[in-house]
Every structure is written in C-alpha cells, then in structure tokens.
C-alpha cells in the first residue's frame, strides 16, 4: 500500500497565466471628486478660481502612498502635477487654477514610496541594532534616488546616500546621531524630488473641466422688450429708445440686459392682446413667433432698427457696464421662411398642414416646433448652430435658451460644444420650467445657468430646504440657478397683491440666496400685480402680445431698493458664488435666516428676511461667533447694509425684529472688530 504521509519532493510552481501587467501596483484610487456622472459630463468653475479636488486612496499595509493631481488643458499633453494632502480616512486633496477659458481635464496617479515608507519606519525606530540597520536601507534608497537625479541634486543625494551608508557601519556609532542623519529634513525634501514611480496607478478616467468667465457664476439680468421702450403711449419703440433707458438701467445695479427675441413676428395665425386667437392690424403679436417674409432668426424686425442700429446699442451697453443676453427660441411662425425652403424640418399632420405646438389643452397656433427626428437633421443642427454663429458675429455673448427641454437633448450638447470650443467665453442660459432630472440633463449637457423653481418656493420650509439642495454636492458642481421672483410667463400669486413688502423680500432672497439673478422689468419695480384672471399666472395685458408704456417717474418704483441691493451684491464676494450658503436657526417661522462666506472667509454676509408682508416678526437667531470668525467671548458689529444701522453682537443668539412697512430685511456684514476708546481721534 502507498504510504500517503511519505515526504514528497517539492516542484517549483508554475507562474499563473493572469491579464494583469501592473500586478505588482499596490495603490488603489477608489474614486476622484468631484466627477459628474463617473466623468461623462464636465465640472464647471471660473477661470481663475481654486478647483478643490479630492481622491480616496489607500494601499495595502503601513506603507506610506504619495497622490498627486494631474490636470492639463484640453489641448495640451502633458499633465501638470500638485501634491495632494491627506485629509484622514484615505481622502486626500489638492486645488489648482485653471488659468483661461476652456476645457481642462484632470486626474490622479497614486504609488507606494518606497522612501517614505522607509523614512516612516524611521521615525519610529528606537533599537540601536535596528536604527542602523535601517539606515543602511535608506542609503540604498537615497542612491536609488540619486540615480533619478542629475546634476547638483544628484551630487548631493550621492554623498547623503555615501555618509549615511558609512556612518551606519562604522563601530561606535551614535544611534541619535545616525537617526538625525537619516531623517534630515531639507535631503528629505531632496529626495521627493525624485520618486520611484515604477508601480503608479493612474484613475483610469481623465475627468471634465470647464472654465467659464466669471458672469457665467454672478450675473444680475434684467430683462427688457425693446418694443415697450418707445417714448410715447402706443409707440413701438426702437433700439434707440433702449439706447435712452440705459443710463437707468445701469444705475440699477444690473450686468446683463437681456432681450426677448428681435426678429421678425409672423403674421400668420397672430395672437392678439392678451393672447387672443384673434388679431388685428396694428396688434404687434408674440415677439417668439418668429419669421416673416422680413426674415428669420438671423434677422431683426424692421420695426427696432438695423443691424448697425443693434451694433451701436451693444457698444453703449457696454459703455455702461451692460452686456446684451439674446433669446435664442428654436421654433417657427407659419410664415417664417423655413417652412417653405425645408419643409422637412417640421411634423405634418394628415390634412396637409403643419402641427403646431401645444400642451394640452394649450394650443400655440402661432407657433411651428422643428422636428429634430427629421431625416435631414443634419442639416437641421447645422442652420441651428448657425444662428448661434450669427450673433456671435454681431458680438452677443450671452444667450438665454427658450425652452431647452422640447428640443433633443444631442442637439444641445453638440451646439453648446461647437460654440463654445470656438467662443469660450460665450453663456448659456436654459429657460426650462420642467422636471429635476430633465433640468439637471440640460445643465449637465453644457448649459452654463439654468432657471430654478424659485418662483414657486415660498413658505421657509420650502426655501430652507430647495437652496440646501442647490448648494451642495453634487449639483453644485454643474448646475448654476439663476432665480427670478417673476418672468413674462408667471406672474405668481404671492405678487399679485402689489405689497411692496412681498416685492422686495422676494428681490432680497433672490439676490442673496443665488450668485445670479434676475427681474422682468419695468413690471418687478414698478410692481405689476394684476393677473389675466383669477387663478392665472398670466399678466393682465401682457407684453407678450401687446405694447405696454411705462412710467418710469413713478415715485412708489422700486429701483432705488434695487440698487442698493444690487450694489451690496457687487461690493461682497460672499453674495458672488453659490457655495458656501448656511442656513441658520431662528425662532419664528416667519423668518428666514442664512449666512454666506467668500471662499477665503474674510467676507461674510448674514441676511434675514420677513416672509409675513403684512406683520413685524421677531426671534431669536443662533449665530455662534466662531462661525464668523470671532472668538466666542467678542463683541462684533453687525452693520446692516440696506439701513445703515449697526448693532453690537456678543455670544450665540442675537434678537432681531423686521417691520415689513420699513424694510421686510435685513442684509448684515459682519465687522469682527468692535470699537473702542482707542479709536477716538485723541486717544492716546
């Protein structure tokens, strides 16, 4: 019988055939963030600005990993690198600055170091016998780095690798001594110089960036028909009317002046006043029925000048601080000259004629949809795109995008790729009132500003709770509201009582909560308050079907206010960005508390806002000091900046009371050094 508990002779084993070339790389990148959907679409910052990115990374053991950040331009080939630091529990970080418009991408590379795992262990070690022992290691490690280097560095790793071989072998040696040697801090940093990145992980994706100007974060729009800027009563106005109402305008604090469409409106199927089916002969129509046999989306209606009337208005916009936003509507009056030259760009219906738009039971007979199914879509993207090109040309920058969410989602993200690969520079807004997911598709396709439910958000529960969302991770990083209390289309509910007080705490917390925002005005400041009829969003004889007149000179308007708010806007780099919101407990539901910082934390703005627009409110808020910056026993002002008034704060609940006849807020700065005797003139 075989004796099975005999010794065997050992075989060699045999090497397993495994699809594994970096088998032997220990580090693991688990993740780098911020990433939008895994990397599929881009991250959006300004240029200029610290892009904080942060990576999981970890090994196996106690060996000690490096993790650097590699970021390049889009164009470029080569990474630029930035140590990342650990943070704990296998998170480390790093920021860097995109320095133009563009696109970047960025990444991580990870290894184990052998160096400073050895010089780790070092720093450890106690045992005589084993501090020398190491050192010896180290001398093979320092050499090994010295290899890595050339020149000056290489000589001096040289003899640091030399001395600590000979010092570590020597009889006698000192053990403090031989330690001190090893862990010399300035060859140590020599030595970093020179890894050994044999074994490096890179994250296997190469994330998006796109570097935005800075109005793409903090803009102030204000949207204006040039139509309804005549001088007189049923005069259609002129670019050159608008010309007239920009010195206002800029007084008014805004940096956008943003146009619906200008181009011809179709005559076909026209509505009338108050979006009746029926026009007549001087009724002006629907400027986003668009086409006539004047022209198309390239062209301008006759009625508000040239195309060189159009350039001058740009240039003196801009002489006041203005840039022009255009709306871009992708959609066809029945007359518009695409109809007849591609009829293949819209839907036909069995008996012969186009299907207009609608949703049910809303019908827009004056309105034709493109058909983006179309067999020629081609073509379709193509004279879309050249529209965009159009007014590039003609030197607009910003577009505020009808209804973003009825077109084809491809669409958008090669038109706003193409665009801004040749125009940078160049921002879009998507007006797009539809579901979360689809607004969040659209800001992720490319959109650089998106309109937000704002309008609809009212009680504090509500605003507590969607600018919570807005603010944080991980829309922040690509979706950017733009919130506007009213628009042609919504005139809400809360507005049509004409309180002032509803008018201007509805301005506050849009010009605070959110980095850009905008009114549709004369009606915001001048307080339109009347609905088509009861239960209607809709304003009771809107401009977008007829010409309005404005009295300007009307001594309840509203602009003063919105100056002064807009100047705190622009004079506080807390109130520029989105990040950075924190919503603060108060007693009374009533108010509405909140605290925003700049990204170094030196500005710090605390806004509170009655929501009640017929009742003074008060409470308590907590407000710890050292959230300002303040040591927990300092006094510090709080120095409104819509009243003027300063108030001295000291611990963690402060009182506050708001009448809404006076002013329904307060928009606080906080000055963390309180005064004393010393600043008097004669102190000495």
């Known amino acids: 019988m075989k004796n099975i508990f005999a010794p065997r002779h050992a075989t060699a084993a045999v090497a397993p055939d495994i699809d594994n070339p970096h088998g032997n790389a220990r580090a693991v990148i688990d993740a780098v963030l911020p990433a939008v959907d895994n990397g599929r679409f881009a991250v959006k910052c300004v240029a200029g600005e610290r892009v904080r990115i942060r990576a999981h990374c970890f090994t196996d053991g106690h060996d000690v990993l490096r993790v650097q950040l590699c970021w390049r331009a889009l164009e470029q080939a080569e990474f630029r690198e930035v140590p990342m630091k650990p943070l704990g529990n296998d998170v480390w970080e790093a920021a860097f600055s995109p320095p133009a418009l563009g696109r970047y991408v960025y990444t991580a590379v990870a290894w184990v170091d052998p160096f400073e795992s050895w010089r780790s262990e070092m720093a450890r070690r106690v045992d005589p016998d084993d501090v020398r022992i190491a050192s010896e290691v180290g001398a093979l490690e320092v050499a090994a780095a010295a290899g890595r280097a050339e020149g000056a560095d290489r000589i001096a790793l040289q003899h640091w690798a030399t001395e600590l071989e000979a010092v570590a072998t020597a009889p006698g040696t000192d053990a403090v001594s031989l330690k001190a040697l090893a862990l010399d801090d300035e060859l140590a940093d020599l030595a970093r110089r020179y890894p050994d990145r044999r074994h490096a992980v890179r994250h296997p994706v190469e994330l998006p960036l796109v570097a935005d100007r800075e109005r793409a974060r903090f803009s102030t729009w204000y949207e204006l028909f040039p139509r309804s800027a005549g001088q007189e009563p049923g005069v259609h106005g002129t670019f050159k009317d608008v010309e007239a109402r920009l010195p206002a305008i800029a007084e008014m604090g805004f940096d ?101 738009a609608e949703n049910p039971p809303k019908k827009y007979q004056d309105i034709y949809p493109f058909n983006f199914e179309s067999d020629d879509w081609r073509a379709l993207w193509a004279e879309l795109k050249s529209v965009f090109d159009h007014w590039v040309g003609e030197g607009v920058r910003i577009f505020r995008v009808d209804n973003p969410h009825t077109k084809a989602f491809p669409f958008w993200e090669w038109v706003i790729g193409e665009v801004k690969r040749e125009h940078p520079d160049v921002i879009f807004l998507a007006e797009a009132f539809t579901r979360p997911k689809v607004m969040h598709r659209l800001a992720k396709l490319g959109f650089s500003q998106s309109y937000t439910y704002f309008t609809w958000r009212n009680t504090k529960e509500e605003l507590v709770a969607y600018f919570t969302e807005l603010s944080s991770a991980p829309g922040i990083d690509y979706f950017r509201p733009n919130v506007w209390p009213n628009t042609p289309d919504i005139l809400h509910e809360q507005l049509q009582g004409g309180d002032a007080a509803t008018y201007m705490a509805r301005l506050v917390l849009a010009a605070t909560l959110s980095a850009s925002y905008g009114i549709y005005g004369p009606a915001y400041e001048l307080r339109q308050h009347l609905p088509r009829e009861q239960g209607s969003e809709e304003y009771l004889d809107s401009e977008k079907y007829q010409l309005r007149h404005w009295n300007h000179d009307d001594p309840d308007s509203l602009a003063p206010f919105i100056a002064r708010v807009n100047r705190i806007r622009r004079e506080n780099p807390a109130l520029h960005a989105d990040r950075g919101l924190r919503f603060l407990h108060i007693d009374n539901p009533q108010l509405l ?82 005064g004393d005797e010393r600043d008097f003139d004669y102190f000495l």
């Open 256 to 356: 956008v002046l943003y146009f619906p469409p200008i181009h011809p409106v179709g005559r076909v199927q026209r509505k009338g006043p108050n979006n009746k089916l029926v026009s007549g002969p001087e009724d002006v129509g629907s400027p986003w029925a668009i086409g006539a046999a004047e022209g198309g989306h390239k062209d301008i209606l006759p009625a508000l000048g040239t195309a060189e009337d159009f350039r001058r208005l740009l240039a003196r916009a801009a002489d006041h601080g203005l840039e022009i936003a255009l709306d871009i509507a992708f959609q066809c009056a029945p007359d518009h000259p695409y109809v007849k030259a591609h009829p293949d760009w819209f839907r036909w219906r069995p008996d012969g004629t186009v299907q207009y």
């Open 593 to 674: 508390a909140y605290a925003k910082a700049s990204a170094d934390g030196a500005n710090v703005v605390v806004t509170v806002v009655n929501l009640d627009p017929h009742n003074a409110q008060w409470g308590w808020l907590g407000l710890e000091p050292a959230s300002v910056g303040v040591a927990p026993a300092q006094a510090f002002q709080m120095h409104d900046l819509l009243s003027g008034q300063r108030f001295t704060w000291q611990g963690d609940w402060h009182y506050v009371r708001l009448d809404p006849h006076s002013c329904p807020a307060h928009v606080f700065v906080v000055r963390r050094r309180h």
